[in-house]
């Protein structure tokens, strides 16, 4: 166990002039509250924290910081108080190290939305000092290095945490070292048989290749000197278990086909020999095609910084290079630890670089608190955290040379949206590199990116299922729900001026404002909305705005206990209406109303508009005068014709019965290009997705280089179509796709 002397000295080797003083106070107060408690281990609990310390020195943290690790469980396992510990070290380390007891009761293994919602206090808690995380990320590592004293089911959740929080978080921040310790220590207990395989076939190929990281770490270093790079400094090492387990999955590789299993680095003086160390290595030795990557003009998002390449260097042994200064070893190393900002507040200079005081990890995090403010709920934003933490990178340009960094398999879609929300909401189409492309086009690492938008531009739902971005899937989820709220909010309108009406009453929103306490709404078209969707009685708005109202009329209501009668289409639908029973307005005020119909009998023809409805759509009946009723989509435009004519509104809904396999017809419009096999491929996508083609017609386009297809499919449900959409959109031959609505 670390000596009080020892960490002084320790965090006094980097900063002499440390306050010795605060650090004695934090070790003596620290051992005398955590006494004699023990670990799961059988060692004195105060090991835990000093070794918690211990690894903040190693990162060259400042002694508050390091305060704050010999008292982060105080707290919440001794008798101490966030008053006292305000008292002896100052209300700054008060904050943290309260900051850090809430953080320890996290279990973001859990319910889904328990689990997100204990991310988001994560998040906000680091977003108020990142002191917190560093500290955190401290406390987690040591844990997951004393992890084999728990029980079984225990490692199981902790190391899922840390591979699915913690790990890839440091990452984020920069911290690549803790962030493969916390990995390869995670992995070794959520899938230890194949731990201890790759590890032995590791242990098997260094005795087999005994030497030979000594050798091309010679051989490197003779080169680099005898070119005039006197400075450079080569480390060699074997890749780590997780790090081959990982690539052998992604890439479905066996462990025999892995090619570079070694990585070496190389650290010089200054930027510019960093390039020229590249080129003296490039020219001995050949390059591996397609592994070449420049993080020193392009940084990661983390500020990490470096070049690498992959060679088949000596021995003829594939090897991967990284290549930096040593300021880029240390941001590589420790991360946002190494920051200025996060030491003195200054920009540092090393080797002729200048660290600015500005941190894009920092930057990230904030933007990522930023999303918490736009309404998703826990489980999205837990997505699109997770979305971010966990993608690569690539690197596209604006129009006016504006760096955007996005995930891998990122489209102009999402590009728009990391410029801002609104042109994301507005796109409507993209150049890329100067050519107008689709807008599901996969962007690579150097293209120009050029957004086409317009002004009555609303972002399709179907977008969501293109875009890879948390950003811009909670903007498109967020704009789906505010235009599908303005159309029942239109809806809600008429039924509400058609009922006033009725009641020789005037509707004003104005009017409506009083009465949204008893209305249970926090605004206006909130409650309009709400009688669109039939969530609210446009009856009961009456009533809350003219409390004194009383209904004289005969008002059809529900007779069974359900209210609904079912009402079988001709394709096996089963859709749920209103029964009939004449009531007076005292039972009336017994239980809901459903917005009254007239004329209506269980007897009646039920059909679909000419361009169909499938299992997902919002859906609206029109009565029709002698035929009954048909069902349109929401987004039906042949629904304006009826804008003026609320009482033929009626509200219904799918009722799918589990058993019922019938198909539903849905029309949708594919513009090609005018070339053989077009025809072919797009019948095969719709045939191998089990959909059904009920009718199709094809005509050429105004451009002769396009053609324009109309078909009917038959589709199980919104989300097959949805699917259809998506992968025909992917075809190399389509321009564009959509779903057609009368």
Known sequence: ????????????????????????????????????????????????????????????????????????DTIEDTTATRAEIDELFGEDIGRLVEGLTKLKRLDLVSKK??????????????????????????????????????????????????????????????????????????????????YETVTQRLVDLEARNEGLIKKIEDELRELLIANGLKDAFVKGRQKKPYSVFRKMQSKSLSFEQLSDVYGFRIVVGDIPSCYRALGIVHTRWRVVPGR?????????????????TTIVGPSRQRIELQIRTQLMQEIAEYGIAAHALYKD??????????????????????????????????????????????QDQVFCFTPKGKLIALPR??????????????????????????????????????DEVEII??????????????????????????????AIRKQYAGLGHRILERTFERAGKVFARDTLKPALPRLAHKDVEDAIAAVGRGELSSLDVLRAVFPDY?????????????????????????????????????ELEAGPDPLPIRGLSGNLQVRFAPSGAVPGDRIVGIMEKDTGITIYPIQASALQRFDDQPERWIDVRWDLDEANKS????????????????????????????????????????????????????????????????????????????????
């Open 113 to 194: 939305a328990k689990q997100a919602e204990n991310l988001r206090k994560l998040l906000l808690a680091i977003s108020d000092d990142v002191r917190v995380l560093l500290v955190k990320l401290a406390d987690r590592l040591h844990n997951m290095r004393t992890l084999e004293h728990m029980k079984a089911e225990q490692k199981a959740r902790i190391s899922e945490e840390t591979m699915d929080i913690y790990a890839p978080l440091a990452g984020r921040m920069g911290m690549q070292d803790m962030r493969d310790e916390l990995e390869e220590l995670s992995f070794r207990y959520m899938n230890p048989e194949a």
């Open 453 to 482: 938008r317009s002004g009555v531009q609303v972002p399709p739902a179907a977008w969501e299922e293109i875009v890879v971005t948390g950003k811009a899937r909670s903007a498109i989820r967020r704009a789906t729900r505010m």
């Open 663 to 742: 198909r539903f017809l849905a029309r949708i419009e594919v513009n090609t290009l005018n070339e053989p096999g077009t025809l072919a491929t797009v019948t095969q996508t719709i045939a191998h997705l089990d959909i059904n083609i009920r009718t199709l017609t094809m005509g050429s386009n105004r451009a002769a280089d396009f053609s324009e297809i109309t078909m009917e499919v038959e589709v199980w449900d919104l989300r097959q179509l949805n699917q259809l959409l998506s992968q025909m959109k992917d075809l190399d031959c389509v321009a564009n796709v959509k779903r057609v609505y009368d």
């Open 550 to 586: 009383k209904d004289e009329r005969v008002t059809v209501k529900p007779a069974a206990d359900d209210g609904w009668f079912n009402m079988r289409s001709a394709a096996g639908m089963i859709f749920k209406l209103p029964n009939q029973r004449r009531v007076s307005p005292e």
């Open 292 to 308: 070449f990557k420049d993080y020193i003009s392009n940084p990661k998002q983390n500020d990490y910084r470096s070049i690498h």
């Open 1 to 72: 166990m670390m000596r009080q002397y020892e960490l002084v000295e320790r965090v006094q080797k980097y900063k002499p002039e440390a306050n010795e003083a605060l650090l004695n106070k934090a070790y003596v107060y620290a051992m005398q509250k955590h006494g004699q408690q023990k670990r799961a281990s059988g060692d004195p609990y105060i090991s835990h924290p000093l070794e918690v310390a211990a690894i903040l020195t190693d990162m060259h943290l400042d002694e508050s910081t390091i305060a704050v690790a010999l008292l982060h």
């Open 345 to 390: 507040g200054r920009g540092a200079v090393k080797g002729g670089e200048l660290l600015p005081k500005e941190s894009n990890a920092y930057s990230w995090l904030r933007h990522t608190i930023e999303s918490l403010a736009e309404g998703d709920n826990p489980e999205e934003f837990l997505e699109h955290t997770k979305l971010e933490l966990f």
């Open 409 to 446: 398999g990122a489209t102009p879609i999402d590009f728009a949206y990391a410029v801002h929300t609104t042109i994301g909401n507005t796109t409507v189409g993209a150049k890329i590199n100067g050519r107008i492309m689709p807008l599901v086009t996969r962007l690579n690492n150097g």
